[in-house]
T-cell receptor, first 115, second 112 residues
Framework: DTEVTQTPKHLVMGMTNKKSLKCEQH?????MYWYKQKAKKPPELMFV???????INESVPSRFSPECPNSSLLNLHLHALQPEDSALYLC??????????????FGPGTRLLVL | AQSVTQLDSHVSVSEGTPVLLRCNYS??????LFWYVQHPNKGLQLLLK??????LVKGINGFEAEFKKSETSFHLTKPSAHMSDAAEYFC??????????FGTGTSLTVIP
């Protein structure tokens, strides 16, 4: 099973709201990723967790706060977002983040609209 | 530094005709190369992966790609396009740190 699940599928929030995106995988992978994808563009890496520790933060604004409660779960907490943060948020996982030739498996994404 | 160039932003083919999506890469190391497909409002699905075992890689749904080191290319092909192939395709290269470098994507349209 190479499935990564994400909830919710769609999310609409105001600029003062607090919400969270959830990602889950049960493949025993030890690396998990958050990407942001705008329309007609490739995904942009936001965060990488390796063995439940944050290993890469691509200069993402603090209104995005990742959390990795355990090796299967990855959350992205959202607070005081801006309309330009509207995008598809993709989660991915791989066996390891430092291994060579690792394949990343992507979830279906959460479509976020900030009003 | 690693980078990927997808030479065509849009490709349009008739159903039943061959598909060619072009990808060139630059890498300081022996690269891993991937093709992913993304249907509208969906996540990315792995089509195939090159890891130096064989230069011709077969993937899902009849797709294949050939790694040509001398040309630094990894073009994706399919002998006969199907309507369900209409989607966005991304070529990806990784380095030894396993960070993904995405191409800008190629939008494939299949005409009935």
């Amino acid at each position: 099973d190479t499935e990564v699940t994400q909830t919710p599928k769609h999310l609409v929030m105001g600029m003062t709201n607090k919400k969270s995106l959830k990602c889950e995988q049960h493949m025993g992978h030890r690396a998990m990723y958050w990407y942001k994808q705008k329309a007609k563009k490739p995904p942009e890496l936001m965060f990488v967790y390796s063995y439940e520790k944050l290993s890469i933060n691509e200069s993402v604004p603090s209104r995005f706060s990742p959390e990795c409660p355990n090796s299967s779960l990855l959350n992205l907490h959202l607070h005081a977002l801006q309309p330009e943060d509207s995008a598809l948020y993709l989660c991915a996982s791989s066996q390891d983040s430092s291994g060579y030739q690792e394949t990343q498996y992507f979830g279906p994404g959460t479509r976020l609209l900030v009003l | 530094a690693q980078s990927v160039t997808q030479l065509d932003s849009h490709v349009s083919v008739s159903e039943g005709t061959p598909v060619l999506l072009r990808c060139n890469y630059s890498s300081s190391y022996s690269p891993s190369l991937f093709w992913y497909v993304q249907h509208p409002n969906k996540g990315l699905q792995l089509l195939l992966k090159y890891t130096s075992a064989a230069t011709l890689v077969k993937g899902i749904n009849g797709f294949e790609a050939e790694f040509k080191k001398s040309e630094t290319s990894f073009h994706l092909t399919k002998p006969s396009a199907h309507m369900s192939d209409a989607a966005e395709y991304f070529c990806v290269v990784t380095d030894t740190g396993n960070q993904f470098y995405f191409g800008t994507g190629t939008s494939l349209t299949v005409i009935p």
